[in-house]
């Protein structure tokens, strides 16, 4: 029985896989199986491992129809029969002293469970771009980890009864599966990585795709925010908490369970959540399930609308502070921290973050993924442009309970803009501070099942009704009733094309993409006639005889 069992999974990896494996056969431990699970591929990557195999009798082949690199590496581990698990990734190189050198500190250190190490980061041609500094000790990795990834995937050893005993990878993360385990494994484990370099990890020269770096981002947010909820479980209500949250709901219980977790999973616990049940479907028995005393929940005995169910909720807060959170919404894991340290070192009454605006497309009934993020609300505040237009999301501002005595409760007469004619009031008396960090996502759905995004007409004409409001604060100034009325023909375009607001966005995005290639393509040509020209020659010349002087 081998000491050690390394596993990797390839799909479609013929690219430099040949030393990838003879990075691992070259090893100066040798005391292991190599287990590559071929997942799927279609490439030449079946015809080297085969190869390989025929070479070395430490090589075992896996092949299977294409499941994703967390199934590939659970089975992978289920037929392994080492003391110490080794990952490797294919395109990676591991030093020939990697595997003896993490052997000999696992055994150096019984009490740690898994040891990585810092890496070199190098391009297609194998040239040292950078070299990591990551956290060293199980002290340091405890305090970053939740912020961060502190592992080089590949670069990790793991006793194999640890990861057993945690149960592996969570098949439920198609990516951050690693990240997630790093965080269970720390609450049970103790974790290391070794100073010297040990992985040389090859980037892209094509890099991440859009839609794979937003994929790994949101489950990477989730892997987080589950940690938190475990770490944070049975927590006392206070009596006086810092700050609550209103979470207004409306059938939809499974968006209303991921906006409820997300609360949860904060860094600052000093919270008390009020759910306020517009009269729909009962969630009820979402909120037992984490059976959490900081929880009050409130139902409606018929429809109100949003802005009822916000005020009933401020009126059954105790907390200093009061943050909002739409039910198809989420915070980050920072929000209310991020938040409550610039109300604190402003004394301020009212303080925002920014939000990414988040598209998602349905995937199958009730669960929707991520497609695009863009940043539109990463406004700085202006009084005079809030009367134009909603600039910050709701559930990017934060205020003290005390401010609605002033400004007053959302107004329960208004279909739609509750939270921008609420924000207006709010600006007359207080000063807005900024937290210049993103810590939310607005979401909105392809299928139009936003809390609001529903009834054009109704858009239109309550944002007559919110200009006539405040009219007196604009009537002394042209340029902003200009504004306005450009931004009510806007709006107006807008309901008239009969798109729902995500259609129309996607839209103008698209328009927007469009012509800055367009730029981008004039630049190019400026570009390639002046690096053709013979002033530009005369410089590159110059400057590399320079250069070569200072060698």
Known sequence: MPKLSVVMSVYNSEAGLDKTIDSILGQTFSDFEFIIVDDGSFDNTPAILSGYKEKDSRIKIITQENHGLTYSLNKAISISSGKYIARQDPEDISKKDRFESQILYLEDNPDIAVVGSNYHIIDEKENIIETT??????????????????????????????FIKIGGYDENFPYAQDYDLWLRMS???????????????KRSIYGTSYKKRIEQEEYA????????????????????????????????????????????GQTFQDFEIIVVNDAGEDVQPVIEKYDDERITYIKHS??????????TGIKNASGIYLNYLDDDDVFYHNHLFLLIDTAKKNNSDV?????????????????????????????????????????????????????????????????????????IRLSRNYDFHCVPHFTSETRLRLDNSNMTFSKWQEFVETKKTIYKKYEKYVNDHPSLILLQKK????LNQMAESSMSLTEYLLIVRED?????EQQVKELEKVIWKIKNSIFYKLYSFINDKIKKLRV
């Open 133 to 162: 500094n990551i956290p060293l000790t199980n002290e340091e990795i405890s305090k970053n980890l939740i912020e961060q990834n502190c592992f080089g995937h590949g670069t990790v050893m793991m006793r194999r009864e640890s």
């Open 187 to 201: 609450e049970k484990f103790k974790l290391a990585n070794l100073k010297k370099p040990l992985y040389l990890w």
């Open 221 to 264: 947010r989730i892997a987080r925010q589950n940690a938190l909820i475990r770490r944070n479980q049975n927590k006392e209500k206070r009596k006086n908490p810092f700050v609550s949250v209103i979470l207004p709901t409306y059938n939809r219980p499974k968006m209303f369970e991921d906006a409820l977790r997300s609360i949860l």
């Open 302 to 311: 018929e429809n109100k609308g949003l802005a009822a169910a916000r005020n």
């Open 351 to 423: 303080v925002y973050s920014l939000s990414y605006r988040a598209i998602q497309s349905p995937i199958q009934k009730g669960d929707y993924k991520i497609f695009l993020k863009e940043m539109p609300y990463a406004n700085e505040f202006d009084r005079d442009r809030i009367l134009i237009e909603n600039l910050i999301p709701i559930n990017s501002v934060m205020h003290k309970k005390a401010c609605v005595e002033k400004a007053g409760f959302f107004d329960e007469t208004l279909p739609v803009f509750e939270d921008w004619d609420f924000q």
């Open 487 to 490: 931004s009510l023909a806007d």
């Open 512 to 516: 927007k993409v469009f012509h800055l």
